[in-house]
């Protein structure tokens, strides 16, 4: 009885905690191989060829540990609006540097879940997909969050709703 009752719940949890376990989910997958391996991030940052080079040694450090904090915090449904902020500007500036390059004929290896550089045309398209939808799913937290709501991403607590608080 009560694997059922659990079952329930989970089935009864609004879209928003669906998305963050997803959204949080896919953070935390993106973060261990770049954490265990930052040289061969960084190269894949530097393939890029967007940044300074003084900024991809930071940016490979940083970074993966940024994806896995966001990560724990969207599942946890701690900071909500800070972290559904930070993972939209992540995945809209991933998004826009594949673009950017794929635009430019380079063929760079993503390095969104690993640090392996292997990729064809046909991963590239496959990505930016995968990548469209995970947009789809912050674009639905961010209004969800902080449109909808009306909280300042760097408010900690939410607004008072009013009545009597007792």
């Not at 261990?32 to 890029?48: C, G, Q, R, S, T």
């Not at 290896?109 to 292997?118: E, L, N, Y």
């Not at 939808?133 to 991403?153: E, M, R, S």
């Amino acid at each position: 009885m009560m694997t059922e009752s659990f079952i329930t719940k989970l089935r009864n949890r609004p879209l928003e905690f669906w998305a963050r376990l997803v959204l949080g989910g896919v953070m935390i997958a993106a973060s261990p191989d770049k954490i265990l391996h930052p040289a061969a991030f960084a190269e894949i940052v530097h393939n890029y060829q967007i940044l300074p080079d003084w900024l991809i040694g930071v940016t490979a450090i940083v970074l993966p540990w940024l994806e896995l904090v966001v990560g724990i915090l969207l599942i946890a449904g701690w900071v909500l609006p800070g972290s559904v902020l930070l993972a939209n500007l992540m995945l809209v500036t991933f998004f826009t540097a594949l673009i950017y390059n794929t635009g430019r004929g380079l063929d760079v290896h993503c390095g969104c879940f690993t640090t392996q550089a292997s990729g064809t045309p046909a991963a590239t398209i496959y990505y930016l997909l995968r990548d469209a939808v995970f947009l789809v799913i912050a674009a639905y937290l961010f209004w969800k969050t902080l449109i909808v709501t009306g909280q300042d991403p760097l408010q900690e607590e939410p607004p008072p709703q009013g009545g009597n608080n007792r």
